[in-house]
């Protein structure tokens, strides 16, 4: 059922430092492409999501990257802090349902 | 305002035993999805409903059903439990034609 791939699984930033979380995606009927953030025990939250439309949209220091030839996007996190430190999930879906989501990377900012 | 709620928090089961989590989703959202999210692993999607009628479902066993109740709350239920069922149940709520889908903190199943 996985069709969206991420990676990597873990990655471990300084402070300051700038994180990239990649994703490639096999249905090219997807139109939607979010990114999540979760820390332990809790549900996902919308951070930042881009439609295939447009090839880079920034939210303060979140920047999704979009190659509709390759099937691939990503998220930059610019300046990274301790506080960012969670697991990411990137996610496909047809305008907005059943989504498809990544296997996770677990972000670790080190101070 | 208040987010996507769930209910109950954490519940323990035994095999065999059925299960009936509930979702509240955010005023004026009208579509709600499951998920389910085993440890370590993204969410896998079971159900979306839209206007008290299913839209998707998707690959899970006849065990797992659901409902949504004219005021937009939801109901997952899962039948017959198995062990491979223990899992965090997420519920999220989008508003129609909105962006993004918005989730609550999730129901944590264990099956001993």
């Known amino acids: 059922q996985q069709q969206v791939k991420q990676s990597p699984q873990s990655l471990i930033v300084q402070k300051g430092g700038i994180s990239i979380i990649n994703c490639a995606y096999e249905?090219?009927?997807?139109?939607?492409f979010p990114w999540y953030q979760q820390f332990p025990g809790k549900g996902p939250a919308l951070l930042i999501a881009?439609?295939?439309?447009?090839s880079e949209k920034k939210e303060g220091r979140f920047t999704i990257s979009f190659n509709k030839s390759a099937k691939q996007f990503s998220l930059h996190i610019m300046d990274s802090q301790p506080g960012d430190s969670a697991t990411y999930f990137c996610?496909?879906?047809?305008?907005?349902?059943?989504?498809?989501f990544g296997a996770g990377t677990r972000l670790t900012v080190k101070p | 305002d208040a987010g996507v709620t769930q209910s109950p928090t954490h519940l323990i089961k035994t095999r065999g035993q059925h299960v009936t989590l509930r979702c509240s989703p955010i005023?004026?959202?009208?579509?709600v999805s499951w998920y389910q999210q085993v440890l370590g692993q993204g969410p896998q999607f079971i159900f979306q409903?839209?206007?008290?009628?299913?839209?998707g479902r998707g690959n899970f066993p006849d065990r797992f059903s659901a409902r949504q109740f004219p005021n937009y709350s939801s109901e997952l239920n899962v039948n017959a439990l198995l062990l491979g069922d223990s899992a965090l149940y997420l519920c999220?709520?989008?508003?129609?034609?909105?962006?993004?889908?918005?989730f609550g903190p999730g129901t944590r199943l264990t099956v001993t």
């Open positions: 999220a709520s989008r508003f129609a034609g909105g962006e993004g889908q918005y």
């Open positions: 249905n090219t009927a997807f139109d939607y």
């Open positions: 881009i439609r295939p439309d447009v």
């Open positions: 996610a496909a879906s047809y305008n907005n349902n059943d989504m498809r």
């Open positions: 005023s004026g959202h009208k579509s």
């Open positions: 409903y839209y206007e008290k009628e299913e839209r």
